[in-house]
């Protein structure tokens, strides 16, 4: 259960973590960029790791539901993630 929760715990802050820097940055393709950096670099990927492109391809739509959300482009799949 202590795992499970430690994982929770990781997922939430690796989130909100990707929110704030959508959030410091209004250029859509540079903050989606910050964003998936930002996750991939906390998970432990370095950038000349050969799959860190492919990875970050695979991020990039959950960086754009938060950038969407955020800055005001409305997705209908989107839950809001500001109250």
């Known amino acids: ?10 997922r939430y802050h ?30 432990g990927w ?3 790791d050969s799959a860190f492109e492919e990875l970050r391809k695979r991020l990039t739509p959950v960086a754009e539901l938060v950038y969407d959300d955020l800055h005001g482009e409305p997705t209908p799949m989107c839950l809001p993630l500001r109250s």
């Open 1 to 10: 259960m202590a795992s499970a929760r430690v994982r929770a715990y990781r």
């Open 14 to 43: 690796l989130v909100d973590d990707m929110v704030e820097r959508a959030r410091a940055i209004p250029d859509k393709s540079a903050s989606i960029a910050a964003q998936t950096s930002c996750a991939l670099i906390q998970a």
């Open 46 to 48: 370095l950038e000349n």
